[in-house]
């Protein structure tokens, strides 16, 4: 067998998957061959290093995942609706998990809080204004009335200030007065 | 190999199958399958993309289609190929699906301000004990199973990391022997060039 040859044998030699009379002649030729014996072990050595890595384990809350359409089937057939919901739940949360991964909760909540905020701030800002609108023009509506009333000659001006009931009102035709004499 | 119907379920997107009610031992079929090859599974699929989130959505995703195609799936058929099998072909769907960024070689020179650079790997020079220890050697071996293609990982994950005989690997994977053996020839090429250092040191091993 040449050298060639026997160098892409080796790694099935390793495998054990030659034939008999394959193997036989990779056996020949590596007594003879150096580089070739070389390149073996470094093949035994690297295939060694594979079979040493240790198996990688799924994570706990996976495997409720892959058993959630089973719970959730049982729980259905045993009549226990919130055995099904929990595990249908599970399921769901899996499900969701391996899309939406989320590194770092606290930083996320945080995220959410200003997002939140910023879209509350306005509609919290229109209320206020609106009823801060609401409280000015009533008062002007009274204004404007004591106003008018007080213009006639008839209307008894203490009771207008009362309703009025602005102490600074001043009504029409009368020098200022000092606070809470309208009233009075 | 001929294509039973339930293999042709069991590869069929999952929207084309919706899941029966199943009766008490089927569920308690699928517990079995689930209990039996889970691990295995993942381990696959891990080694195959290299990290826990894609792990878990390949493998939930291969049981789902287990679980909606139970009925038409033989008690005692060679399940084991068929999720290994579907494993792979969700792994190479993905791939497709992802963007471009995502599938570049890390054999692929990086373009940078300063030239042309190659990826450096676990720096071994600082720290030589470091080809001894368990986890950079783990670390180290991921990274060169993600050099190979996905055909050249999935035979080495099966061969030297599951410990399929060829035949079976051929069976998995539906291709000829000689397939087989020629990619794990070539990608053990490459990991050789790969892993050198920890090669070596596993040898030096040997001999002390």
């Known amino acids: 067998m040449n050298h060639h040859r026997a160098g892409r044998l080796l790694s099935a030699y390793v495998d054990s998957e030659l034939t008999a009379a394959e193997t036989r002649a990779v056996q020949e030729h590596l007594l003879d061959c150096a580089d070739c014996r070389n390149a073996y072990e470094n093949l035994r050595a690297m295939r060694e290093l594979l079979a040493g890595l240790p198996p990688a384990e799924p994570p706990a809350e996976f495997w409720a995942g892959i058993r959630g359409p089973v719970l959730r089937a049982r729980a259905a057939a045993a009549g226990a609706p919130e055995e099904g919901l929990r595990a249908a739940w599970a399921f769901a949360r899996e499900r969701l998990r391996s899309w939406v991964v989320v590194r770092r909760p606290g930083w996320a909540l945080a995220a959410v809080l200003v997002v939140l905020a910023l879209a509350a701030l306005p509609l919290v800002k229109g209320t206020v204004d609106r009823l801060h609108a609401t409280e000015i023009g009533v008062d002007l509506y009274v204004h404007d009335h004591a106003l008018q009333m007080g213009s006639t000659p008839l209307v008894d001006r203490a009771y207008v200030g009362l309703v009025a009931g602005d102490a600074e009102l001043v009504i029409a035709g009368e020098t200022p007065r000092p606070a809470g004499d309208a009233a009075r | ?208």
């Open chain 2, 1 to 208: 190999m001929s294509e039973t119907a339930a293999t042709l379920a069991l590869m069929a997107p999952p929207e084309a199958v919706t899941a029966p009610a199943y009766t008490a031992e089927e569920l308690a079929r699928y517990d079995g399958i689930v209990e039996r090859y889970t691990r295995h599974v993942y381990n696959i699929a891990y080694r195959m993309a290299g990290n826990e989130a894609d792990a878990r959505d390949l493998s939930q995703e291969a049981f789902l289609r287990v679980y909606r195609a139970l009925r038409r799936v033989e008690p005692g058929a060679p399940l084991e190929s068929w999720l290994y099998r579907i494993v792979s072909n969700l792994y190479i769907d993905l791939l497709r699906r992802r963007p471009k960024a995502r599938l570049e070689s890390l054999d692929a020179p990086l373009d940078t301000p300063r030239g042309e650079m190659v990826r450096e790997f676990p720096d071994i020079a600082a720290n030589p004990e470091a080809v001894f220890e368990r986890e950079h050697i783990d670390g180290a071996i991921q990274q060169a199973l993600g050099v190979l293609s996905p055909e050249l990982r999935m035979v080495v994950v099966l061969s030297d990391i599951e410990g399929f005989a060829y035949e079976e690997i051929a069976a998995i994977l539906r291709v000829p022997l000689g397939t087989v053996k020629s990619r794990l020839h070539r990608a053990r090429q490459v990991l050789q060039q790969r892993l050198r250092p920890y090669v070596e040191a596993r040898r030096g091993g040997w001999q002390r």
